[in-house]
């Protein structure tokens, strides 16, 4: 049965993909990840965690979804919505609220996925890792320091001339 769902779009069959095909890339050799982009009932992009595969620390399976789509020339997500076999690390929710679709939906909560698999490293582990985002900058297990540099927004405002 799935979870309550106000806008009506979540669908079971989308959800038991995701797990399969994450199933299919631990097979694989990969990590047990999976996404797709549906957009009006449609599978678009399917894309799996290759993180194992490439060694690119970035290739989430909501990563690849999403470069895959740019691939295509999709960027308008406002009618997709992203089944995915867990509940997004924070990269991954970084980049689907840049990505702005219509709707998320995950098969495992962050407790359950942290039964069976922990995925952390030095800085931090799945438990604690959205608690660094809180944290003051001096604060985080990442050591994290600004530079120094006479105008630091020169970039930014060098943007916003040539943009205006």
């Known amino acids: 049965m799935d979870s309550y769902d106000p806008q009506g779009t979540t669908d079971s069959r989308f959800i038991e993909r995701s797990v ?59 009618e997709f919505d992203v089944y995915i076999t867990a509940h997004p690390c924070p990269m991954c929710l970084g980049a689907l609220y840049y990505a702005a679709p219509r709707a998320v939906i995950y098969a495992a909560t962050r407790e359950e996925e942290a039964r069976h698999y922990e995925d952390g490293n030095k800085y931090m582990e799945l438990a604690s890792f959205y608690d660094e985002f809180d944290k003051d900058p001096a604060e985080r297990s990442l050591p994290m320091y600004q530079g120094s540099h006479p105008d630091p927004a020169a970039s930014f405002r060098y943007f916003a001339q040539k943009n205006a």
């Not at 999976?34 to 290759?50: D, R």
Request: hydrophobic share 45%; net charge negative; aromatic share 4%.
């Open 20 to 78: 399969e095909l994450a199933c299919e890339n631990v097979d694989a050799g990969g990590k047990p990840f999976a996404c797709l982009l549906v957009h009006q009932g449609n599978v678009v992009i399917e894309a799996t965690n290759q993180v194992a595969q490439t060694g690119d620390v970035t290739a989430h399976a909501e990563i690849q979804a999403l470069r895959l789509a740019a691939e295509q020339g999709l960027t308008d997500f406002s």
